[in-house]
């Protein structure tokens, strides 16, 4: 059966969107939850003002979570956990534990554990990297660190900026200095105008007695 998404149906379609369907899925889900329409008028416009709106929406939620992962990407949250011998857990962390502390992070009341992107729960100490799926277009890279219960997590070093280089003055060859020291010494062997006694002017004419 052919549809047109009035919704985003998460795997298979987002609104607006025109797709061939198998009759059962049409019929049993899709049509009764409003999800999708058959692909005539008038839910073809109907579908297309959607998307349009959707795609606004999008965006604003996109902007808010890139702001957000800036803020917490690369961080780290710890998680204590009864250990056993070898470093293993009694038990293991799952996304949902690691959704609550994110939401501690982020200073919200609680996380979406299915957008924490862990492959498999965490069943030993340590540190691993995890992704979270902040939008359909935004992640944002965190670590997460299991301890045994009582210890203290592992300090993390702050990041430092990389320092502007600072060329180094060039320094003074000796022949530079050299010539410096000779251009002194001339300038104070050398009398000034002012200074010259002009001897020819101050002797008095002899005169001749007739």
Do not use: C, W
């Not at 073809?44 to 709106?53: F, I, L, Q």
């Not at 359909?136 to 592992?154: C, D, H, K, M």
């Amino acid at each position: 059966m052919k549809v047109v998404f009035l919704a985003n149906v998460e795997g298979t379609a987002q609104v607006g969107e025109v797709k061939e369907v198998k009759n059962g899925f049409a019929r049993n889900y899709l049509l009764p939850r409003g999800l999708a329409a058959p692909a005539i008028e008038p839910y073809m416009t109907r579908a297309g003002a959607r998307a349009k709106r959707e795609v606004k929406r999008q965006d604003e939620l996109d902007r808010s979570a890139t702001a957000l992962a800036a803020r917490i990407e690369g961080s780290r949250i710890s998680i204590p956990a009864r250990v056993g011998e070898q470093g293993k857990l009694y038990g293991s962390v799952t996304s949902v534990h690691v959704a609550d502390e994110v939401a501690k992070l982020i200073g919200d009341e609680e996380f979406d554990h299915r957008k924490v992107l862990l492959p498999e729960a965490i069943k030993e100490v340590g540190i691993q990297p995890v992704r979270l799926r902040l939008t359909r277009n935004v992640e944002a890279a965190i670590e997460v660190e299991v301890i045994a219960e009582g210890e203290e997590p592992e300090a993390v070093e702050p990041q430092e900026e990389p320092k502007a280089e600072v060329e180094p003055a060039e320094e003074a060859t000796e022949e530079d200095e050299a010539e410096d020291e000779l251009e002194v010494s001339e300038s104070a062997e050398e009398p000034s105008a002012e200074g010259v006694d002009e001897t020819e002017d101050d002797e008095p004419e002899e005169t001749t007695e007739e």
